[in-house]
C-alpha cells in the first residue's frame, strides 16, 4: 500500500506540485489504512480459524444426530414390541379374570388329584425300596451260602482226593490182581473181581482178598465222615443151591462178607451200607468167560458226607 501512495505521490510531483501537509495527511491516511488490514486479517484469520471449529463441531452434531436418530428408531420399535406383549397380557389377564373362578377350581382339583397320585407313588416306593433291601439281603445271604457251599465242595473234594491217594498207596500190592481204584462223579470206586476175594460159589473171603480189605479198612478207620457202599454183583450164571436161592441172596451175602471184615477193623458200621446188586449192572459182556469173571466183583462206593452240604441247601 506504501509503494502505491509513493508512487502516486511521486507522478503526483511530477505532474503538479504537492504541498508537504497534504503528504503528511496522505501518509497518515496509508499508516491508518495499513493498521486498518492488519485488523482485518487478523479479524480473517479468527473468522477461517472459528469456520474450521465450526465445521468440525457440525460433523460431530451430524453424527450425534444420526446416533440418537438410529436410537430414537431402535426404542420406538421396542415400545411397539413391548406395547404388543402388553396387549396380549392384558388379553390375558382380562381373559383370566372372566374365567378366574372355574380355571382355579381346576387347577386345585388337577393338583389334588396330583397330589394323591404322588402319594400312591411314594408309598409304591417306599414298598419296593423295602422289597429291594430284603431282597439284597436275601442276595446277600444266598451268595454267602453258595461261597461256603463252594469251598465245602472243595474242601470235600479235596479230601477225597487224598482219600484216593491213601487208599491207591495202601492197596499198591494188589492192583493188576483184579483190584482197581477210580475216581469217577466225586466218589471213590474200589473194584475188587471175585477171584481176589471168593471161590466160585461161595461168600467166604480167601486170604487175599481179606488182607485187601483189612489194608483198606486201615485208611476207612482214620475217616469216618466218609460213607461206605458195598455193592456185591454176579455175572447171569444161575445159582443153585444151599440156603442160596439165586443171585441176588449171593450179591448181598457177599456184599455182607466184605462189611463184617470192615467192622471186625474198627470201621463205624455207621458208615456202612451193603447192598446186592446180582447180576443187572455188569460192566462187560456175559458172552464171554473174561466178561463173566469182570462182572463177578465187589464194588465199595466211597462218597463224602454231605449233611453239611444238603444244610446248606436247606437254610
Given at each position: 500500500m506504501k509503494k502505491v501512495l509513493l508512487t502516486l505521490f511521486a507522478v503526483a510531483t511530477l505532474t503538479s506540485c504537492v504541498t508537504k501537509q497534504q503528504f503528511t495527511e496522505l501518509s497518515d491516511k496509508y499508516d491508518r489504512l495499513r493498521d486498518t488490514s492488519?485488523?482485518?486479517?487478523?479479524?480473517?484469520d479468527e473468522l477461517i480459524k472459528d469456520k474450521f471449529g465450526m465445521s468440525k463441531e457440525l460433523r460431530d452434531l451430524k453424527q450425534q444426530h444420526l446416533y440418537y436418530s438410529n436410537q430414537s428408531k431402535?426404542?420406538?420399535?421396542?415400545?411397539e414390541s413391548i406395547m404388543g406383549r402388553y396387549n396380549k397380557l392384558q388379553e390375558s389377564y382380562d381373559d383370566l379374570s372372566a374365567n378366574s373362578s372355574s380355571t382355579i377350581n381346576s387347577k386345585v382339583r388337577e393338583n389334588q388329584t396330583l397330589l394323591s397320585e404322588l402319594e400312591i407313588k411314594e408309598d409304591k416306593l417306599l414298598k419296593e425300596e423295602a422289597n429291594l433291601r430284603k431282597l439284597r439281603a436275601a442276595l446277600d445271604s444266598r451268595s454267602q451260602r453258595i461261597t461256603d457251599l463252594e469251598a465245602l465242595i472243595a474242601s470235600k473234594?479235596?479230601?477225597?482226593?487224598?482219600?484216593?491217594?491213601a487208599i491207591s498207596e495202601a492197596l499198591v500190592?494188589?492192583?493188576?490182581?483184579?483190584?482197581?481204584?477210580?475216581?469217577?462223579d466225586g466218589k471213590i470206586y474200589v473194584s475188587m473181581e471175585n477171584k481176589l476175594l471168593f471161590q466160585s460159589g461161595r461168600w467166604d473171603i480167601g486170604a487175599n482178598g481179606k488182607s485187601a480189605v483189612t489194608e483198606l479198612a486201615k485208611v476207612l478207620e482214620k475217616n469216618p465222615s466218609i460213607n461206605v457202599l458195598?455193592?456185591?454183583?454176579t455175572d447171569n450164571d444161575p445159582?443153585?443151591?444151599?440156603?442160596i436161592q439165586d443171585n441176588w441172596d449171593l450179591s448181598v451175602k457177599r456184599a455182607t462178607a466184605i462189611v463184617r471184615v470192615l467192622q471186625d477193623q474198627n470201621v463205624s458200621p455207621k458208615q456202612i451200607t451193603a447192598a446186592g446188586r446180582s447180576e443187572y449192572i455188569p460192566v462187560a459182556s456175559n458172552a464171554t468167560d473174561a466178561g463173566k469173571a469182570k462182572n463177578r466183583r465187589i464194588e465199595i462206593v466211597l462218597s463224602p458226607n454231605l449233611d453239611e452240604v444238603t444244610k446248606l441247601l436247606n437254610e
Open positions: 492488519a485488523d482485518l486479517v487478523a479479524q480473517n431402535k426404542l420406538n420399535e421396542e415400545i473234594e479235596a479230601a477225597m482226593q487224598k482219600l484216593k491217594s500190592s494188589f492192583e493188576g490182581k483184579g483190584l482197581t481204584v477210580e475216581n469217577r458195598i455193592e456185591g454183583h445159582y443153585h443151591g444151599g440156603v
